[in-house]
């Protein structure tokens, strides 16, 4: 199939491709058309952009002090080493001025060797106080990072791609991000809704006129949950239990990522 002729498919492929969600002989293959075909590539490289600026939601980190700090004590402890192996090699050579002189050179080497001995054993205990101290600050940051595990590309009735939902069932946010051109007018407002395989609608909360946003969301409202759509409601948005009141303009399967 040449997928230039599909614009529909080549669209839905490089999302999936852009997501993680397209994967094995599919996913080889889509990377071998984009490879040979400029269109292919282009779809590819435009989801490529829209699913990076999800980053935006990152904050900057600048390196850990600690991490200086552990390059400093490891550069301070080779400089050590090599002085204590050339206080040891100089000791070692023959004297010709008597064996008081060698004596004095010994108890130097002796002293040395003592001083390098204390100064690696204060920086063996740095090291392993920053290096909890970095594990710890690791393991925070981690903590704080999404864990993408759902989403879903909601297209419009001309199965064009007009919001991308992510979720994180760890913090409990579902994250939109508008990548189409639709805008809702000053009066009204986009609604989130899960649509389960029984029973109505429940609303996933209504959305601001930002591009990126981010709404609160427990597991089990997204849990076994195939499809979600987006209907345009009145300013405000409508009451749960109403279901949408207005078109359902976007619409879309949940997918769980398997990583």
Same mark, same amino acid.
């Given at each position: 199939?040449? $997928?230039?002729?599909?614009?529909? /498919?080549? #669209?839905? @492929?490089? %999302?999936?491709?852009?997501?993680?969600?397209? =994967?094995?002989? +599919?996913?080889?293959?889509?990377?071998?058309?984009?490879?040979?075909?400029?269109?292919?590539?282009?779809?590819?490289?435009?989801?490529?952009?829209?699913?990076?600026?999800?980053?935006?939601?990152?904050?900057?980190?600048?390196?850990?002090?600690?991490?200086?700090?552990?390059?400093?004590?490891?550069?301070?402890?080779?400089?050590?080493?090599?002085?204590?192996?050339?206080?040891?090699?100089?000791?070692?050579?023959?004297?010709?001025?008597?064996?008081?002189?060698?004596?004095?050179?010994?108890?130097?080497?002796?002293?040395?060797?003592?001083?390098?001995?204390?100064?690696? $054993?204060?920086?063996?205990?740095? /090291?392993? #106080?920053? @290096?909890? %101290?970095?594990?710890?600050?690791?393991?925070? =940051?981690?903590? +704080?990072?999404?864990?993408?595990?759902?989403?879903?590309?909601?297209?419009?009735?001309?199965?064009?791609?007009?919001?991308?939902?992510?979720?994180?069932?760890?913090?409990?946010?579902?994250?939109?991000?508008?990548?189409?051109?639709?805008?809702?007018?000053?009066?009204?407002?986009?609604?989130?809704?899960?649509?389960?395989?029984?029973?109505?609608?429940?609303?996933?909360?209504?959305?601001?006129?930002?591009?990126?946003?981010?709404?609160?969301?427990?597991?089990?409202?997204?849990?076994?949950?195939?499809?979600?759509?987006?209907?345009?409601?009145?300013?405000?948005?409508?009451?749960?239990?109403?279901?949408?009141?207005?078109?359902? @303009?976007?619409?879309?399967?949940?997918?769980?990522?398997?990583?």
């Amino acid at each position: 199939m040449n $997928l230039i002729h599909h614009p529909e /498919l080549l #669209d839905k @492929l490089a %999302a999936a491709h852009a997501l993680g969600t397209l =994967r094995g002989g +599919a996913r080889r293959r889509f990377e071998a058309m984009a490879r040979e075909q400029a269109p292919v590539r282009a779809a590819a490289l435009v989801w490529q952009s829209r699913v990076a600026s999800m980053n935006e939601l990152q904050t900057p980190q600048p390196p850990a002090p600690a991490v200086w700090t552990r390059i400093e004590n490891l550069v301070q402890g080779d400089s050590q080493q090599q002085a204590m192996a050339a206080a040891r090699a100089q000791a070692t050579k023959p004297q010709a001025t008597g064996w008081l002189r060698s004596l004095a050179l010994w108890r130097g080497a002796t002293a040395a060797g003592a001083l390098a001995t204390v100064f690696a $054993l204060v920086t063996a205990v740095g /090291l392993r #106080d920053n @290096l909890g %101290a970095q594990i710890n600050e690791l393991q925070a =940051r981690l903590s +704080a990072t999404p864990q993408i595990e759902y989403v879903a590309v909601l297209n419009d009735d001309q199965a064009s791609a007009s919001m991308l939902v992510t979720f994180d069932p760890k913090n409990g946010k579902l994250t939109l991000q508008r990548v189409g051109g639709f805008q809702e007018a000053s009066d009204k407002s986009l609604q989130l809704w899960a649509l389960p395989p029984s029973g109505g609608p429940r609303s996933l909360g209504v959305l601001s006129q930002e591009r990126l946003l981010q709404l609160t969301a427990g597991v089990g409202d997204v849990r076994e949950v195939p499809t979600l759509a987006i209907s345009l409601e009145p300013k405000g948005g409508v009451p749960s239990e109403r279901g949408p009141t207005g078109p359902v @303009l976007f619409k879309g399967t949940l997918i769980q990522k398997m990583i």
